[in-house]
């Protein structure tokens, strides 16, 4: 069974900085790209950032390119998201999500995470 759990969520104050992990247990593949999604209270829930287990594709939305940053570590099936400069429209539960068997960041989803919740508010 596969699990997918997420950590780090909080409040910050605008301009500060978070960062998430996230780690998927419980299977076997030799490619998969992992990645975060993000759902604000009335908006769809939107793919932020994703990196495939290969190293060769990495993808971010436009509205948080140079501002985050996702690291991966494939030994340990876990990624982290490194969120600088957050603004109140940041403010959103964030999901994890892993799609198994894939070289690239497509936004499909095999499994996500229980979300954590990140608000940005002074």
């Known amino acids: 069974q596969v699990h997918v759990v997420e950590s780090g969520g909080g409040l910050v104050q605008p301009g500060g900085s978070l960062r998430l992990a996230c780690t998927a247990s419980g299977f076997t593949s030799d490619y998969y790209a992992m990645g975060w999604f993000r759902q604000a209270p009335g908006n769809e829930r939107e793919l932020i950032s994703c990196r495939s287990s290969t190293g060769d594709h990495t993808r971010y939305a436009n509205s948080v390119k140079d501002r985050f940053t996702i690291s991966m570590d494939k030994t340990k099936n876990t990624v982290w998201l490194q969120m600088n400069n957050l603004q109140p429209e940041d403010t959103a539960i964030y999901y994890c999500?892993?799609?198994?068997?894939?070289?690239?960041?497509?936004?499909?989803?095999?499994?996500w995470g229980q979300g954590t919740q990140v608000t940005v508010s002074s």
């Open positions: 999500a892993t799609a198994l068997g894939t070289r690239y960041c497509s936004g499909t989803v095999d499994y």
